[in-house]
């Protein structure tokens, strides 16, 4: 069994990658002349950036970082 912080260390790491898709995915978006597909990649950047909030709240939930929050 990983202790917390080992698994806290995990999620950072895989954040690293979810952010580097949707700066990737927001540079296409802004690029994109056809507005459907524009569409579509800005809904993308949206699940991301869910995706990656929660795991950033999870990560402080492990750490403890969340003082009464």
């Known amino acids: 069994m990983k202790p917390i912080a ?4 995990e ?11 949707r700066d990737a995915l927001r540079e296409q978006a802004k690029a994109e002349p056809c507005a459907e597909l524009r569409c579509r990649l800005w809904h993308r950047v949206g699940v991301l950036d869910g995706m990656i909030y929660e795991g950033v709240s999870a ?5 403890g970082d969340r ?3």
């Not at 080992?6 to 260390?9: C, F, K, N, S, V």
């Not at 990560?59 to 750490?63: E, N, P, T």
């Open 59 to 63: 990560i402080r939930a492990m750490r």
């Open 67 to 69: 003082r009464g929050k």
């Open 11 to 21: 999620y950072e790491r895989n954040l690293v990658p979810l952010r580097q898709r």
């Open 6 to 9: 080992e698994i806290a260390d």
